[in-house]
């Protein structure tokens, strides 16, 4: 008991000395010198405390676009190139050859799923993704590589991973012509995507 009361007194002393509460200090003094083995933590006034900050690292969503052939073709018609509120982009333009994947967390593919019982190559779906997308408005530009149709299905997913669909049918669309969409992303709960052709 004797470190306990020499210890308050000592604290007592410094508390009045300097004039801050004497909670904060004697967490931190006893553990110190009772040999607690462990940092305590020490009681900050209200008026020194920091305004928290939103942790990006548990931001969540998703957000996909899907671009499908229409009728009896096999292969896409037409190459996806979204560029973000940042002015990064993924996808391609075959005007150019190029492909970009910069958005963070994002992926262009295409795919295809073969016919279970005899194997023959199924129809191809050109597929942008991104994982955690920041919110705002992206731009998507559908650019034919042939002169045909197309089916463009637009998915977002909200924190609680909830989705919404924004979908344009039976498009036609011309070699090396861009079709443009605007598209409002959100990851907040119950937003929905929305998506508007502009050109």
């Known amino acids: 008991m004797k470190c306990v009361t020499d210890m308050r007194m000592k604290v007592i002393v410094v508390a009045v000395m300097v004039g801050i509460g004497v909670s904060g200090i004697a967490c931190t003094s006893f553990a110190e010198s009772c040999g607690e083995g462990k940092e305590a933590a020490v009681v900050m006034p209200s008026s020194m405390e920091e305004e928290p900050h939103e942790d990006p690292h548990k931001f969540e969503g998703a957000f996909d676009v899907f671009i499908h052939p229409v009728g009896t073709r096999m292969k896409s018609p037409s190459e996806l190139l979204l560029t973000g509120p940042y002015g990064r982009k993924v996808g391609s ?99 929905k995507i929305e998506a508007t052709r502009f050109q």
């Open 93 to 191: 333009d075959p005007r150019t050859s190029e492909t970009y994947t910069e958005i963070p967390n994002s992926s262009y593919e295409r795919e295809s799923i073969a016919d279970a019982m005899s194997g023959a190559p199924g129809r191809e779906t050109a597929i942008i993704h991104i994982g955690n997308p920041v919110g705002g408005e992206y731009s998507l530009q559908v650019i034919g590589r042939t002169s045909s149709q197309y089916d463009l299905e637009i998915r977002g997913y909200d924190c609680d991973m909830d989705p919404s669909d924004a979908t344009f049918t039976n498009v036609t669309i011309h070699k090396h012509v861009g079709h443009t969409y605007l598209i409002n992303y959100s990851n907040k709960k119950g937003s």
